[in-house]
């Protein structure tokens, strides 16, 4: 059974740039959760999406966004971005009975925002 | 709001022995998850462990294990005969059982394992 997939591995983009990143969760998860991981703020909870729609968001400001396709795959997309932007970006997927299995991650993807 | 505090930033273990990692919680719930995820350079988040709170019975897997402390509010994770493989970042984290609320983490431990 495939894990949890994250494109691209790496990502170097310039101050004001806009980047998207991609993630595929388990085969039958629905559920798909994006966090930030810094090495000050440690992770952070971005958004859930549930069968397309956003369930839950964090505090982050509107330049983060996402969306979830009917294929369950997600992507995430950071507008205008900023030197704090630089992270890894974390995906995570759960199976419709979450609650007792936590989450599946991806590798991540490490942005670079120089 | 809940919050997940992890005091140790790193630790050290020599091969072999036991070493425990501390977490502590804060939470007016009753009905919650805990975990205990591992973050080799792989950067990828392995679940180690969990926890239902209206269990008392500690969770064990394998050479891990947990002391789980409701009253105190503390969730501290075992390794016992650790290996090299065991060196990782690990992170305790937090779910409430009902709703459809996200993990929290804490800051993380980093372990060494010293040959």
């Known amino acids: 059974k495939a894990g949890v997939t994250q494109t691209p591995r790496y990502l170097i983009k310039t101050r004001g740039q806009q980047v998207t990143l991609s993630c595929s969760p388990i085969?039958?998860?629905?559920?798909v959760s994006w966090y930030q991981q810094t090495p000050g703020q440690g992770l952070q909870f971005l958004f859930e999406y549930f069968s397309e729609t956003q369930r839950n968001k964090g505090n982050f400001p509107g330049r983060f966004s996402g969306r979830q396709f009917s294929n369950s795959r997600s992507e995430m997309n950071v507008s205008t971005l900023e030197l704090g932007d630089s992270a890894l970006y974390l995906c995570?997927?759960?199976?419709?009975?979450?609650?007792?299995?936590?989450?599946?991650f991806g590798s991540g993807t490490r942005l670079t925002v120089v | 709001a809940q919050t997940v505090t992890q005091s140790q930033p790193e630790m050290s273990v020599q091969e072999a022995e036991t070493v425990t990692l501390s977490c502590t919680y804060d939470?007016?719930?009753?009905?919650?998850?805990l975990f205990w995820y591992k973050q080799p350079p792989s950067r990828q988040m392995i679940l180690v462990i969990r926890?239902?709170?209206?269990?008392?019975q500690n969770a064990t897997e394998n050479r891990f294990s947990v002391n789980f402390q409701k009253a105190a509010k503390s969730f501290s994770l075992k390794i016992s005969d650790s290996q090299l493989g065991d060196a990782a970042m690990y992170f305790c984290a937090y779910r409430r059982r009902s709703g459809n609320t996200p993990l929290v983490f804490g800051k993380g431990t980093r372990l060494s394992v010293i040959a």
């Open positions: 926890q239902e709170a209206y269990k008392q």
């Open positions: 939470t007016s719930e009753s009905d919650y998850y």
């Open positions: 085969s039958g998860h629905r559920s």
């Open positions: 995570a997927s759960s199976p419709p009975d979450r609650t007792n299995y936590g989450y599946t």
